[in-house]
């Protein structure tokens, strides 16, 4: 299919790239949180993904193939192979709802790639 997509959210990194991440999953949620520094303390972004059906990450290393346009940028796949195959896949008679494909490159992390129902996302307050 086309790559047609939409921008969800830009990270506020700099030139410097991510330095540090988390992914943490929880029964049907996703949350990223990416630092721009090795620091503790609250991210500088935080996004939330809900009703999370599936999920995949590659190493920076090898993130060839990545998405150029989810640079450091969320990105949602407005039409998506993976998302035909997940459905194609489901179980008969399980309750549909409708989920999304979305992606991220996080510099000097890796490549980010969820389809899930919905999307947040958190900053840190000024």
Request: glycine share 8%.
């Amino acid at each position: 299919m086309a790559s047609r997509f939409r921008i969800v959210s830009s990270l506020p990194i700099g030139g410097a790239g991510c330095q540090n991440y988390d992914l943490v999953v929880r029964g049907l949620e996703c949350v990223v949180s990416v630092w721009e520094t090795m620091r503790e303390g609250p991210a500088d972004w935080r996004g939330v993904f809900n009703g999370v059906v599936a999920y995949r990450f590659r190493a920076e290393i090898y993130g060839r193939g990545f998405f150029p346009e989810s640079y450091d940028t969320l990105c949602e796949f407005l039409e998506s192979d993976w998302i035909e195959e997940l459905k194609s896949i489901r179980p008969q008679g399980l309750r549909y709802w409708e989920f999304r494909h979305y992606a991220l490159f996080m510099s000097n992390i890796g490549y980010l790639e969820v389809a899930a129902e919905t999307f947040s996302e958190e900053r840190p307050p000024s």
